[in-house]
């Protein structure tokens, strides 16, 4: 696992975080999770004087990790990450993502994160990264992005334009097409499978057969709609961001991510993994997180 970032002056973003050099001299994500210990310990100021806190006043300032799993998947993939974060004390949500539109999805996602007191770091795998990209601008408590093996589009971008370009994916030709009710009977919607026989070298070659057989025949599909979509404002273009780069991952492609990472000013880890690498690698995409909420903290 290689952690890097490109050369560059320190620049402010968002008038509220800068990316200093705070990676480079911690000693490890030791220091990142001892600092996001310490966060999650201390105790908020009362909003106003002599107003007594309530069960509804956030018993700290240390941000809810807020992770968004993407199409062919559900929450259950972030289970490895959940339980090393709960480990630490840290709070999360993982909430069903509607996989029905780049726009609607993030509006449930914001809704999501407008409801949760204080500071949100959002954390997207996949298609998940276009959401949390798109929902950031909508959320005031937004602190940062994370981007697991994510797509993370700039605005007019759509996944399909994203994956058009790629080189070493292999999604395209493993997409099936099916239909769901949209209320017209001349005009039903259409959502995109995984081929399930293709879906373990595509989407999850580092996991068991038996595991990888169980999610390909109850993946979760992704409207047509949402992978053409053009995306809106880039939540990555005012927050600092963070990218998990699978290298070995099929479905986006490592030449997609590198870009779209470099593109973001992201802060990356290399981590030799499947798309996936929540699963497989919970630890190393853990790891990440954590050290984000170390330079939050910070």
Known sequence: MTLSREDRNPVTLGGRFSRRTALGRAAGAGAAV?????????????????????DATPASSAPTVLLVHGA???????????TELQADGITVMA????????????????????QIPGPVLLVGH???????TNAAPQIPNAVGLVYVAAFAPDEGESVLALASQATDSLLGSALRPAEFPSGDPAAPGHELYIDQASFHEVFCADLPDDLAAAMAVSQRPGAETGFGEPSGPAGWKTLPSWAVIATADLTIGITGLRAMAARAGAITVDVDASHVVMISQPTAVADLIRTALGTLAS
């Open 126 to 132: 996949s298609y998940g990264g276009v959401v949390i």
């Open 34 to 54: 001892a600092a996001a210990a310490t966060l999650a310990r201390s105790s908020v100021s009362k909003a106003q004087e002599g107003t007594p806190m309530t």
């Open 72 to 82: 062919f998947a559900d929450a259950s993939g972030w289970t490895g990450v959940i």
């Open 95 to 114: 909430p069903a993502n509607p996989l029905r539109g780049v726009s609607s999805d993030a509006a449930y996602l914001a809704s999501v994160a407008n």
